[in-house]
C-alpha cells in the first residue's frame, strides 16, 4: 500500500518572521497518522525550519540541490550532501518554474536526481504540461518525455525511491484546478508508463497532484486511485488551511 503525502512547497516566499509564525502554526496541527508530512522552505530558512519542527512528524526538503551531490567550487549552489547534513530527506527536481523560468533542461535535472539519491535525499521529480501542450492535445506525450529523460538513463529502478509531482502548469499559482478526473487521467498514465518497465515499481511510486490544491478540493481529487496525495503552494503557507489539506489526505 502506498502511502499518502502532502507536501508543501513554500517557493520564494517567507521573512524571518513569517517562517517562525508558519512554524508554530505547523507544530500546533494535529496530523493524521497515515499521512506523511513535508515542507520545502526556501535554502536560507531550512535550517531553522528543521529545528523548529523537531519532534514534530514533518520532514523537511530542499527545492533544489546541485548537480554534484558532495562539495566544491560551485559558487552559489547547495549540495545534496550538505543538505543530507542539514537534516534534509526530499529535493524537488524539475519544478516547471525553474525548467520554464531558469531554463533547466532534462540533462541536468538528470544529475540533479542521481546526486539526490547518491546523497541518500529522496528525489520528487516534478513534470507537467503547459496550457498551450493541453489545448494541442499534447498532455501525455509532454509528460512521458519527461519521465522517460529519466527512465532512459538510469532504469525504471531509479523509482524505487523517488516520488513523481503531476504539475500541471496551467494550474500552478492560477486557481484553475485540473478536475480530479483530468489529474487521474494523467497520474494512471503515468503509472501505466512505469508498469510497463516494471509493475512492481509503477505500483509502489507515490504521484502527486499539485496545483491550486486547496482545502475545498482536496478530499476529491485525493479519492482518485491514482493521486496519492499533493504537492500545495500557496495554500500551504497558511498552517490552517494546509493542516485542513493534510487531513483530507488521511483516512
Ligand atoms: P499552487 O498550489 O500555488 O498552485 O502551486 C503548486 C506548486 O507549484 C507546488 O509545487
Known amino acids: 500500500m502506498r502511502r499518502t503525502m502532502v507536501a508543501g512547497n513554500w517557493k520564494m516566499h517567507g521573512t524571518r518572521a513569517s517562517v517562525a509564525e508558519l512554524i508554530d502554526g505547523l507544530r500546533g496541527l494535529v496530523l493524521p497518522n497515515d ?13 531553522r525550519v528543521i529545528k523548529g519542527l523537531q519532534g514534530a512528524p514533518i520532514s523537511v526538503g530542499a527545492q533544489d540541490a546541485a548537480v554534484e551531490s558532495g562539495q566544491g567550487a560551485l559558487t552559489g549552489e547547495i549540495s545534496s550532501s550538505q543538505l543530507v547534513d542539514a537534516g534534509c ?6 519544478h516547471s518554474e525553474r525548467r520554464l523560468i531558469l531554463g533547466e533542461q532534462d540533462e541536468t535535472l538528470n544529475r540533479k536526481f542521481a546526486a539526490a539519491q547518491a546523497s541518500g535525499l529522496t528525489p520528487v521529480l516534478c513534470i507537467g504540461e503547459t496550457l498551450e501542450q493541453r489545448e494541442a492535445g499534447q498532455t501525455l506525450e509532454v509528460v512521458e518525455r519527461q ?72 478530499v476529491e481529487l ?4 491514482d493521486i496519492d496525495g499533493g504537492l ?8 490552517d488551511e494546509f493542516g485542513a489539506i493534510i487531513r483530507a489526505a488521511g483516512n
Open 222 to 225: 485525493f479519492s482518485m486511485p
Open 89 to 94: 530527506k526530499l529535493v524537488l527536481v524539475g
Open 35 to 47: 499521512v506523511d508530512v513535508a515542507v520545502f522552505p526556501p535554502q536560507l530558512f531550512i535550517d
Open 232 to 239: 500545495i503552494g500557496g495554500a500551504s503557507l497558511n498552517a
Open 147 to 218: 519521465l522517460n529523460a529519466v527512465i532512459d538513463e538510469f532504469g525504471i529502478d531509479a523509482f524505487v525511491n523517488a516520488v513523481i509531482a503531476y504539475e500541471p502548469v496551467w494550474a500552478i499559482g492560477t486557481g484553475l484546478t485540473a478536475s480530479p478526473q483530468q489529474a487521474q487521467d494523467v497520474h494512471a498514465a503515468i503509472r501505466a508508463q512505469l508498469a510497463q518497465k516494471n509493475s512492481e515499481v509503477a505500483q509502489g511510486v507515490r504521484l502527486l497532484y499539485g496545483g491550486s490544491v486547496k482545502a475545498a478540493n482536496a
